[in-house]
């Protein structure tokens, strides 16, 4: 075999071993995962997702919420997620299976929310007291971050729509805080596109066990 030969067995052999162990070995690690039945409460875990929080993954993605937060929470060997209390157990790919495109995140200028609606530390402060966020709270965040006392959050103040009151009120405007009310006989709406980032943000909860990730006691 001349050199060239060589050159060419070379090329090959490289080309199906990086194959074999970038695609082959990880279809055959996580592609056939399948959710599991919890045996105590008979939930499949992970949770499928609603059509709303699908829909608020997109706009998650679409907003680069990615760029500031991660959702992958690390072994205790690999970080102090844990520890901070972020999880009770390391993410892993099983996690994942709803998400056609997980927003695994690229930097953490912002705390991980994998587990965002769970009970958690403050987010703002990643200290005191775990407490649970719900829907009022986190339009609050992203209308008017600086309404949120230790909050560096930007606004997302696009996505939502100040409205002159008829009538009586919607019962759908924001409560907000002295100094950040709106005009007097006004209200501030969530669009679509909010209501469907919250209920995605509040689906995030990975506090079930799994076989290859135990929850830590």
Excluded at 153 to 170: A, N
Excluded at 202 to 215: F, I, K, W
Aim: charged share 20%; net charge neutral; hydrophobic share 35%.
């Amino acid at each position: 075999m001349n050199g060239y030969g060589r050159l060419f067995v070379g090329i090959l052999a490289a080309f199906v071993l990086s194959w074999v162990a970038l695609i082959l070995v990880p279809l055959n690690q996580v592609g056939n995962l399948m959710p599991l039945e919890d045996q105590v409460t008979g939930d499949m875990n992970p949770p499928a997702l609603s059509g709303l929080a699908q829909r608020g993954s997109k706009v998650y993605a679409a907003n680069g919420c990615a760029s500031c937060h991660t959702q992958q929470i690390r072994s205790e060997s690999g970080g102090a997620d844990i520890a901070r209390q972020w999880g009770t157990r390391q993410t892993v790919a099983r996690d994942y299976l709803h998400q056609s495109n997980p927003n695994l995140g690229a930097m953490r200028l912002g705390p991980d929310l994998a587990n965002l609606g769970a009970d958690r530390p403050d987010l703002n402060t990643n200290s005191g007291p775990k407490k649970k966020y719900d829907a009022a709270s986190l339009h609050q965040l992203f209308y008017a971050p600086k309404s949120v006392s230790g909050s560096s959050h930007p606004s997302y103040s696009f996505l939502y729509e100040k409205r002159e009151i008829k009538g009586i009120p919607s019962g759908m405007g924001l409560s907000l805080p002295v100094g950040f009310e709106t005009e007097e006989g006004k209200e501030v709406i969530p669009s679509e596109d909010a209501k469907a980032l919250v209920a995605y943000l509040l689906s995030l909860n990975r506090t079930y066990a799994l076989p290859e990730a135990p929850v830590k006691p």
